[in-house]
Antibody, heavy 126, light 109 residues
Framework: QVQLQQSGPGLVKPSQTLSLTCAIS??????????WNWIRQSPSRGLEWLGR?????????DYAVSVRSRITINPDTSKNQFSLQLDSVTPEDTAVYYC????????????????WGQGTLVTVSS | QTVVTQEPSLTVSPGGTVTLTCASS?????????PNWFQQKPGQAPRALIY???NKHSWTPARFSGSLLGGKAALTLSGVQPEDEAEYFC?????????FGGGTKLTVL
């Protein structure tokens, strides 16, 4: 059973950096069959995929165009977790942030986003 | 900017059948978009229902099914239960990025 446990501050000041962590149990951040995603949800923007990190002989990242200049997702193999950093935040970045596992079924090529973290409400306000 | 479109709201009677759809602004949705479907109830994280068009997770009730229909991804609920009242989101893959639909609020009435 995969579990994702999120942690990080719920309040960030404008222009500062939003930082969240997602601790993984039941799988490995280095798995060659998984990717580790960050997603956010707000009333104005709905569910928005932000990006992912994954390991396939080396580490890769993909990011949404909307946040590409401000986002970094990093794996931490020593702690089996991954993190989100979003720079220069504004009130528009206020949202519930989720981490989620994307699993790739090697034999069939099927792909699922299956397990989600509990969500973290991050408010950007001074 | 790629847009994924779902019906904003649908209503179904208990025991009835309803189909939710998911369209892409780029054209017909195919299996190569790996359509995923999620259910979300207020105050909860989304729960995965369907992956890669028509595959169920081990926890997905049998009354939920996925398909491709008329160039769209589709989620069909057969024998709807009151507890199926929720918002449903689709998710499509665009070669390195994922895009969510705006969601369908399903009312069971």
């Amino acid at each position: 059973q995969v579990q994702l446990q999120q942690s990080g501050p719920g309040l960030v000041k404008p222009s500062q950096t939003l930082s969240l962590t997602c601790a993984i149990s039941g799988d490995s951040v280095s798995s060659n069959s998984a990717a580790w995603n960050w997603i956010r949800q707000s009333p104005s923007r709905g569910l928005e995929w932000l990006g992912r990190t994954y390991h396939r002989s080396k580490w890769y990242n993909d990011y949404a165009v909307s946040v590409r200049s401000r986002i970094t997702i990093n794996p931490d193999t020593s702690k089996n977790q991954f993190s989100l950093q979003l720079d220069s935040v504004t009130p528009e970045d206020t949202a519930v942030y989720y981490c989620a596992r994307e699993y790739y079924y090697d034999t069939s090529g099927l792909t699922a986003i299956d397990y989600w973290g509990q969500g973290t409400l991050v408010t950007v306000s001074s | 900017q790629t847009v994924v479109t779902q019906e904003p709201s649908l209503t179904v009677s208990p025991g009835g059948t309803v189909t939710l759809t998911c369209a892409s602004s780029t054209g017909a949705v195919t299996s190569g978009y790996y359509p995923n479907w999620f259910q979300q109830k207020p105050g909860q994280a989304p729960r995965a229902l369907i992956y890669s068009t028509d595959n169920k997770h081990s926890w997905t009730p049998a009354r939920f099914s996925g398909s491709l229909l008329g160039g769209k991804a589709a989620l069909t609920l057969s024998g709807v239960q009151p507890e199926d009242e929720a918002e449903y989101f689709c998710l499509l893959y665009y070669g390195g990025t994922w895009v969510f639909g705006g969601g369908t609020k399903l009312t069971v009435l």
